[in-house]
C-alpha cells in the first residue's frame, strides 16, 4: 500500500535515498576535487533544500528527524571516544588538559560574551548558546586533519579538545539553561541542581559500566565474533535513551565515556570494531550535514545584519585565540603549534542540532531574541568549515607543522635490493623511510643516509615515533611472506589499499602454506620475489631514475630498454606512483621513473636537454 504524502512532499524513503546520495557522492568528488568534503556536502544540502526545494526534512521526513540526528551524533561522538586511547597522548597530554579544564569554561566565558556585545542576545540566550559554542566539531577536525596531515601533537591536541570538550558544551548548555528556568519559572535552585547533578552522575555511570562491561564480555568470549558489532550498537542506543531521559543532552556525555572506556581496554578485536564504526561514521555525518543543510531556513539568515559578521570574526579572531593562549600559559607546547590550535575552531553537526534544540525552548519561555540561536549557529558553521577547510593545510605548512611536503615512502624490510631502492627515491628527492625489526638489517641503510626505523612498524612503539602522516605509500618487502601479508592487510586502512604493496610471494605447491589473495598489498615493479630481487641486484641489476618529455617518451624508453623493469613515476610536485609490470603512464612536464636495469645499462640515465 503506498504511503499518503503532502502535496509536493517527497516519500519519506526517496528522502532518506537522496540524503545517502548526496552525501556519500559529495564526499567522493571531494576526494576527486581534493576539496574539503564538509564544504561540498553544505552546498549540496542548500541546493536542494532552501535554493530549489525539492527536499525539505521537516515535510519528508517529519517528526523522526529529531531523534534520527540526536541518535547519529551519539554515534558520531562514541566513534570519536574510541580514538581517544589514553596511550597515544605522549607529549600532548598537557595541552589537552588546559584545553579541557581551563579552555572548556573559558571558552563558554569568552562565546558569551561575544554573543551579548557583537550578536547582541540577551544574557540568558546567551550564556546558554555560549555553552554549545565550546564544542568544536569532531565531525569537522577528523576530515580536516586527514587532509591537511598534520604532525602529531597538534593533531591529537585538535582531535582529543573536539571530541571531550563536544558533550560538555552540550551539558554546560544544559546547565544554563537550568539556571534560565529557575529565574524564569517555578522550579527551584535545588531543583534544578539535583536534575543537573542526577543526570551527569547517570551518564557518567553508565557510560563507563557499559564500555567496562562490554569490554570484559568481549575479552572472556561471551560473545561471538559476528555479534559483537550488533551488541555494540543495541548497549550504545541503550545507554544514550536511558541517559537522556534522566537528563537532556547527557547521553552524549554516557556515549563519549563508553567509546573512552573502550578504546582503552586493549580489546583483541578493537581494530575491527574501530574501523566498522569509522565507515558508519561517514555515512552518519554525510547524512546529518545534509539534512541539516536542506532544512535550514534562509528567511531567518537573511534577517541577521551587521552584527552576525561581528560576531563571527569576534569568536574566531578574539574569543578563540584568547581562550587558546590563556589554556596553554606555561604548558611548554611551543608558540607555533599553540597559534595553529588558536585559529582552528571550525564546528560542526553537534552545534547546529544543539543550538535548535534550546533555541526552541527558550522561544518558549518567551525570549524573543533566541530565534536567532539557530541561524547564527548555522552562519558561525558555514563560515569556519570553509574558512578552515581551505586554509588549514597551507596555514599548517607555512608553520611549518606538517608532514614532508611531498609524500614519502615506508619500505618494510633491510637488504640489498630495498637499500638500492629506497637510494634510487632519495635521488629523486622522495623521503624514505626503511624499516626492519632487525637493526643490522638496517646497516646498509643507516651508511647511505636513509631514514631508518628499527622495529615493527605495527608497534605502540612506532605510532608514537614514526611522523606517518609524511609518507603515503607503504612497501612491505621482507623475505617473510606471512609478515609482508599482515602488515599490507593492516596498514591498507589508513594508507589506502591502492598504496600499499608488497613484494611478490613465494610459489608454493601446498594449498595448506598457501596465502589467501583477497589479502595482502598490491603487486609492482619486476614481479619478483624477495630472493629473486636480491639476486638481480647481486648480478649487477641497478635503480635509476630518468625523465621523461614530449620529445622522450615511454614508448622511446621502453624500445631502448626492453630488458629494464619500470618501478614507479614520479609527477610534478614529488607526488610518487609505484605501477606494475609493463603498466602504461601518461608523459608529462617533470615526469620521472625509476627503473631496474641490467648491468651496463647505464649511459644515457636523462634525456639530452633534461
Do not use: C
Amino acid at each position: 500500500m503506498a504511503i499518503e504524502t503532502e502535496a509536493g512532499a517527497m516519500a519519506p524513503v526517496m528522502a532518506f535515498a537522496l540524503v545517502g546520495a548526496l552525501g556519500v557522492g559529495s564526499q567522493w568528488l571531494a576526494w576527486r576535487l581534493r576539496m574539503p568534503a564538509i564544504v561540498l556536502m553544505l552546498v549540496a544540502g542548500i541546493l536542494v533544500g532552501p535554493v530549489l526545494g525539492v527536499f525539505d526534512p521537516a515535510r519528508d521526513i517529519g517528526v523522526l528527524m529529531g531523534p534520527m540526528i540526536s541518535i547519529a551524533v551519539a554515534i558520531i561522538l562514541f566513534e570519536g571516544g574510541l580514538t581517544l586511547n589514553f596511550h597515544k597522548l605522549n607529549d600532548a597530554a598537557v595541552g589537552v588538559k588546559r584545553l579541557v579544564f581551563v579552555g572548556a569554561p573559558l571558552g563558554w566565558l569568552t562565546s558569551a560574551l561575544a554573543l551579548h556585545y557583537a550578536a547582541g542576545l540577551s544574557w540568558a540566550s546567551a550564556a546558554v548558546f555560549g555553552g554549545i559554542m565550546i564544542v568544536t566539531g569532531p565531525t569537522v577536525i577528523a576530515p580536516l586533519l586527514r587532509t591537511a596531515r598534520l604532525s602529531k601533537r597538534p593533531a591529537a591536541l585538535l582531535q582529543w579538545e573536539a571530541i571531550v570538550n563536544d558533550p560538555i558544551g552540550a551539558l554546560a548548555a544544559v546547565l544554563a539553561f537550568e539556571v534560565v528556568l529557575v529565574l524564569n519559572t517555578a522550579t527551584t535552585v535545588n531543583a534544578a541542581i539535583m536534575d543537573l547533578l542526577t543526570g551527569i552522575a547517570v551518564a557518567t555511570a553508565l557510560g563507563g559500566a557499559a564500555g567496562y562491561g562490554l569490554a570484559r564480555a568481549f575479552k572472556r568470549g561471551w560473545v561471538p565474533e559476528y555479534m559483537k558489532v550488533p551488541v555494540l550498537f543495541a548497549l550504545l542506543l541503550a545507554v544514550f535513551g536511558v541517559s537522556d531521559s534522566v537528563l537532556h543532552e547527557s547521553g552524549l556525555l554516557a556515549v563519549t565515556i563508553m567509546g573512552i572506556v573502550i578504546a582503552n581496554a586493549n580489546l583483541p578485536s578493537y581494530t575491527e570494531l574501530r574501523r566498522f564504526k569509522e565507515h558508519a561514521t561517514v555515512l552518519l555525518v554525510s547524512g546529518v550535514f545534509i539534512l541539516l543543510a536542506a532544512g535550514l531556513n534562509l528567511e531567518a539568515v537573511q534577517k541577521l545584519d551587521w552584527r552576525a559578521v561581528v560576531f563571527v570574526l569576534a569568536v574566531i579572531l578574539v574569543a578563540r585565540p584568547l581562550t587558546v593562549f590563556v589554556s596553554m600559559l606555561g604548558s611548554g607546547i611551543p608558540f607555533k603549534e599553540q597559534l595553529l590550535i588558536a585559529l582552528t575552531g571550525p564546528r560542526g553537526v553537534v552545534l547546529v542540532a544543539v543550538a535548535g534544540l534550546f533555541g526552541e525552548r527558550l522561544l518558549s519561555l518567551g525570549f524573543e531574541d533566541a530565534g536567532q540561536i539557530a541561524p547564527l549557529a548555522f552562519v558561525l558553521v558555514a563560515v569556519t568549515v570553509v574558512l578552515h577547510g581551505f586554509t588549514l593545510a597551507p596555514f599548517a605548512r607555512w608553520l611549518g607543522l606538517t608532514g614532508a611536503d611531498t609524500p614519502g615512502v615506508i619500505i618494510i624490510g633491510g637488504s640489498n635490493w630495498t637499500t638500492a631502492f629506497a637510494e634510487a627515491l632519495q635521488k629523486a628527492d622522495v623521503p624514505v623511510l626503511m624499516t626492519d625489526p632487525n637493526f643490522g638489517h638496517l646497516r646498509a641503510a643507516r651508511r647511505a643516509g636513509i631514514n631508518t626505523f628499527s622495529g615493527d612498524i605495527l608497534s605502540e612503539a612506532a605510532e608514537e615515533r614514526v611522523e606517518l602522516v609524511s609518507y603515503a605509500t607503504v612497501v612491505a618487502a621482507t623475505d617473510n611472506d606471512a609478515y609482508n601479508t599482515l602488515v599490507t592487510t593492516d596498514l591498507a586502512p589508513e594508507f589506502g589499499r591502492d598504496n600499499v604493496f608488497q613484494v611478490m610471494r613465494e610459489k608454493n605447491e601446498s594449498s595448506r602454506h598457501q596465502l589467501p589473495r583477497t589479502l595482502g598489498g598490491r603487486k609492482f615493479g619486476a614481479e619478483e620475489t624477495h630472493a629473486g630481487m636480491e639476486r638481480l641486484i647481486r648480478d649487477g641489476w641497478t635503480f635509476r631514475v630518468t625523465g621523461l618529455t614530449e620529445e622522450y617518451s615511454l614508448t622511446d624508453w621502453r624500445s631502448s630498454r626492453p630488458e629494464a623493469h619500470l618501478f614507479a613515476q614520479i609527477g610534478q610536485g614529488g607526488d610518487i606512483r609505484l605501477i606494475r609490470k609493463d603498466e602504461d603512464i601518461k608523459n608529462g612536464k617533470e615526469t620521472r621513473i625509476i627503473a631496474l636495469r641490467p648491468p651496463g645499462d647505464v649511459e644515457g640515465e636523462q634525456p639530452p636537454g633534461y
